[in-house]
């Protein structure tokens, strides 16, 4: 006997011939079926994830294979031919693009990767990411995310009670530049929460106060948010790259003589160059007792939150207003993965930011609307990011992530002690994170570190050695000048695919490239 549903329901060949007898076509365009073929498309997805697998996985990860096969500009464009036309090509001619895509791209998951702050591969997170590019979705609403939405809010809560708050609010947004952005911007709406209606002439003049080793994205945020880069006032650092509180209070009172309102301190819990760790106690205690919004940028330093080993290094985290976190650097998310968390139960982010669009945010929906946190954002549209590192989790749990930490950690101390053994290896500093900072002085110029050249011709080195070892796609590690350092290497050691067989290849490479360099 037919069910009601059935009775109700006709089926789909019965409505097509209700509906029509023939092909429907409107302005000349025929509208019967899909406009692709869906079976062609799914053998060219099968076809690429072979590709991918044998070619960007396998291949990425095979320290035998180069970390990149250098090309100049002109040449690349050449061999890629990128430019676009009115004719589509067969599956056969796109494979092949792939193929010279991945080619041509540098291997950032090879293990004698070291350039930036991320490298290596975790392939939950790449399956993870895989997944939500299909989906295709936005996390803004629980109508259209409603996984995403739980999820978001579950891995922000664990996140908040690693730091140490009772409270917590926040969202993943796209890069630690754009989580101190939001950070500015909530402390000066909790401030003055007329500026979001009125505007900056409604406000006096604000100071934000961050170190000479901070990340760029404080002075272009400040220049973003139009408070200007003349905001910022920067605080002197010690010899290893951390804050000096005693300069904090200095400025703090230099910019009320100016007739500024210091309204952020922006603390940094691993800076970019040297792995710094501010000392968050002190500056803590300033902001509480200038009435200051504390927000500490640990886009590097962050992960060590699940280490045992290393997390005092964090010690005062939980006495922070804000904190921006990237995941895709030392825990391996995959580009990208940034947090940004807020000590707070009031709603303050979506009061600062909401639009109150109706389209999206109806309030009389059928299901809580307190789930749907886009309003919140700056973003309309917002990848879904929480997946990959959740997945992550649940696959290594939070001891395989401490593992990782500790492991970088371990891998970094073992770099510094082979480096001390060996002839021309010379430190900056001793490391703080995994940052290792060093000069390499070739044979040329040992024993002339007297002479008045010296440190200019040292200069040269690196830039020398660095172009060898990209052109060649051995490895690739990154250089840098800072302040009155001449030009200076920052290795970094974060992939788990590294092994001691890489660390002392690293040894021998850069002793190997950097032999023969001759001063000009």
Not at 461 to 473: L, W, Y
């Amino acid at each position: 006997m037919a069910t009601d549903q059935e009775r109700r329901s006709p089926s789909n060949s019965d409505l097509d011939g209700m509906r029509r007898k023939g092909p429907v076509t409107v302005d000349g365009v025929l509208l019967d079926g899909p406009l692709n073929d869906p079976k062609a498309g799914e053998k060219f997805v099968q076809d690429a994830f072979r590709v991918i697998l044998e070619e960007a996985i396998r291949k990425g990860t095979d320290v035998s294979e180069q970390v990149c096969e250098w090309k100049e500009p002109d040449e690349l464009r050449m061999l890629l031919d990128l430019d676009l036309v009115d004719a589509g090509e067969p599956s056969e001619k796109l494979l092949e693009r792939c193929q010279d895509v991945i080619r041509y791209s540098v291997k950032t998951i090879h293990p004698r990767f070291y350039n930036q702050l991320f490298a290596g591969l975790d392939h939950h997170s790449l399956v993870a990411r895989y997944i939500t590019e299909t989906l295709n979705t936005s996390q803004y609403t629980y109508e259209i995310a409603p996984v995403f939405v739980l999820m978001e809010e579950t891995v922000l809560r664990k996140i908040s009670d690693m730091i140490g708050w009772k409270h917590c609010d926040g969202l993943f947004c796209p890069g630690g530049s754009i989580s101190n952005m939001y950070a500015m911007n909530v402390a000066r709406y909790k401030l003055y929460p007329e500026v979001k209606k009125r505007g900056l002439w409604e406000v006096p003049r604000l100071a934000i106060f961050t170190s000479d080793e901070c990340h760029y994205s404080v002075a272009k945020g400040a220049a973003f948010q139009g408070l200007g880069t003349d905001s910022v006032f920067v605080v002197k650092t010690d010899e290893r790259g951390r804050m000096i509180p005693k300069n904090l209070e200095e400025q703090i009172s230099n910019a009320r003589s100016k007739g500024a309102v210091p309204f952020l301190v922006n603390a940094t819990s691993g800076t970019t160059v040297f792995g710094a760790f501010d000392p968050l106690p002190e500056i803590a205690d300033i902001c509480e007792k200038e009435g200051i919004w504390f927000h500490v940028d640990a886009a590097w330093g962050g992960s060590v939150l699940f280490s045992r080993k290393h997390r005092h290094l964090l010690t005062g985290i939980e006495r922070a207003n804000s904190v921006a976190w990237n995941p895709h650097k030392m825990l391996q998310v995959g580009l990208q993965c940034s947090v940004f968390l807020l000590n707070d139960d009031t709603g303050l982010m979506k009061k600062c930011h909401s639009a109150n669009a109706g389209y999206l945010f109806q309030p009389d929906k059928f299901y809580d609307v307190g789930y749907d946190t886009g309003d919140k954002s700056l973003q309309c549209g917002r990848k879904v990011d929480c997946f990959k590192l959740w997945l992550m989790w649940k696959a290594v749990g939070t001891r395989g992530l401490e593992e990782r930490v500790d492991r970088a950690f371990a891998c970094t101390r073992y770099l510094v002690n082979e480096m001390k053994q060996r002839a021309g290896f010379r430190l900056l500093m001793e490391p703080q994170c995994v940052n290792v900072c060093f000069w390499y002085i070739p044979p040329s110029l040992r024993g002339k570190e007297e002479s008045p050249d010296f440190w200019k011709n040292l200069g040269t080195v690196a830039p020398f050695i660095k172009e060898r070892m990209v052109k060649q796609g051995t490895m690739m590690v990154g250089y840098q000048q800072q302040e009155t350092y001449v030009n200076f290497f920052r290795q970094i050691l974060i992939s788990p695919q590294i092994s001691l067989d890489d660390l002392e290849f690293f040894l021998d490479e850069i002793e190997h490239l950097g032999r023969d360099f001759q001063p000009h």
